[in-house]
């Protein structure tokens, strides 16, 4: 197994509140990645950085090698947690941008999602509500073959029957031969499917491994001692 | 690359200042047509639309070029921008080149309103626009005065409108730097203020530089624009060009490792 993300010595701060101190992690293949912890964390920070929107950083980012640019670009799908798309845009021009600029983005497959959302290419984002607009970013990200796919929150503000369904896109949509990094407030809904948690808090690392791993040390679940470590 | 995110470009900002091009003709046939059937109604609505869309076109074109780089690169658009696949250095080469095109049309569009506004007045027949026409290109191609006159008012415009691109990009750009960010609305206009008092000081030394064009001659002298000897002067034209790259080399340099998006 090698390693897709490696962070050395991670800096960020926003004014005087530093968001990430002093991280460093590292991501292997071919995993489901549970980036955990509470509002403020800085796990949205560490995704955009991953992504290349923030480059303003002190430390060491390498993604399959190499530091944010172009190259990395091109491997990493990136499901922000804001709706990105303007307004006056059909689907249809999304799928367009995404052709013309990702090799990996596949649009047959994203068709065929679309269908299975009950949406199709001609509708206005104007038009969808924002479950409807969310559906069809997660379609964009889910129908590229990247290396590395980031979803920020992708389950936050939808009811638990879309939960599901976003879940089972995701899980059988991606890259077999890729990473997932998935963050989530959600861990109870989705501790299953992760092979590895990375749990943050205060802008450092305060526990990564193996799921099976830790329940198995620990006698818990991942939810319950993400509970325990943020208790108010 | 560049050629598919200027396709993009143009379809993302093409929306809505066409609109404009094509009410600017329809209003200019609605005009004719009020000539022709002798309607004063007409006449007078047309006269009334072709003095408004000289304003609409130029403010219209002007929000839309500004709009969509601080949307597309720092607003919520940003986390599509900002994680295409393309050096940032070509994403800013797409903004300048569209801006600037969208701009020297809304000057055609304006050069085209003030000739239609003449010619629905009758101010202005056909016969002797293509004579007037006629007269510019022959003593264009005769006399050097106008000759000069006329590449340098052409250079001016071109070098002015790409100065004041640069101006906006850059402000914007570094109003999105960690220490302006919070009020990056009020920073981009603070900015821009700041850059622009910068440049106009440095213009107003460059008049005294002897260095111009002699619009009789059209040779280059050393002479200063004050001289009142038919001189338009070139170091202020010299010094905008090299603002301008500076400018542009500023913005792309913060793009690059200074800005974040919100």
Known sequence: MSTIVEINSLYKSYGSFMVLNNLSLKFETNKIIGLLGPNGCGKTTLMKILCGLITDYYGDVRIDGQAPGPYTKSIVSYLPEKTYLSDWMRVSDAFDIFSDFYSDFDRAKACELLQRFHLNEHMKLKAMSKGMQEKVHLILAMSRSAKLYVLDEPLSGVDPASRSVILETIISNYNKDSTVLISTHLIYDVEQYFDDIVMMGFGQLIMAGNVDQIRQDTGKSIDEIFREVFRC | MLGKLIKHEIRATGRIIPMFYIAIVTTFLTGLIGNLIDNSYLHGLATFLMIISIFAINIVTLV???????????????????????????????????????????????????????????????????????????????????????????????????????????????????????????????????????????????????????????????????????????????????????????????????????
């Open chain 2, 64 to 262: 839309v070029v500004v709009t969509r780089y601080y949307k597309n690169l720092f607003g919520n658009e940003g986390y599509l921008t900002g994680t295409l696949p393309v050096d940032k250095s070509l994403i800013l080469a797409t903004k300048i080149i569209v801006g600037f095109g969208w701009i020297i049309l809304s000057y055609i569009a304006t050069a085209f309103c003030t000739f239609g506004l003449l010619f629905i007045n009758n101010e202005i027949t056909l016969e002797l626009f293509q004579q007037s026409l006629f007269e510019l290109v022959k003593t264009l191609f005769n006399e050097q005065y106008v000759r000069s006159t006329i590449f340098y008012f052409l250079a001016t415009i071109i070098i002015q409108t790409m100065l004041f691109i640069a101006k906006i990009y850059c402000a914007i750009t570094i109003a999105h730097t960690k220490p302006f960010i919070k009020h990056s609305v009020g920073f981009s206009i603070l900015w821009y203020f700041i850059i622009g008092i910068i440049i106009d000081s440095i213009d107003a030394i460059l008049i005294f530089i002897p260095f111009g064009i002699n619009v009789e001659t059209g040779h280059i002298v050393t002479e200063t624009m004050l001289s009142g000897s038919g001189v338009l002067g070139l170091a202020n034209l010299v010094s905008n060009v090299i603002v301008s790259i500076v400018l542009f080399l500023i913005t792309n340099s913060l793009l690059y490792s200074k800005t974040s998006l919100k």
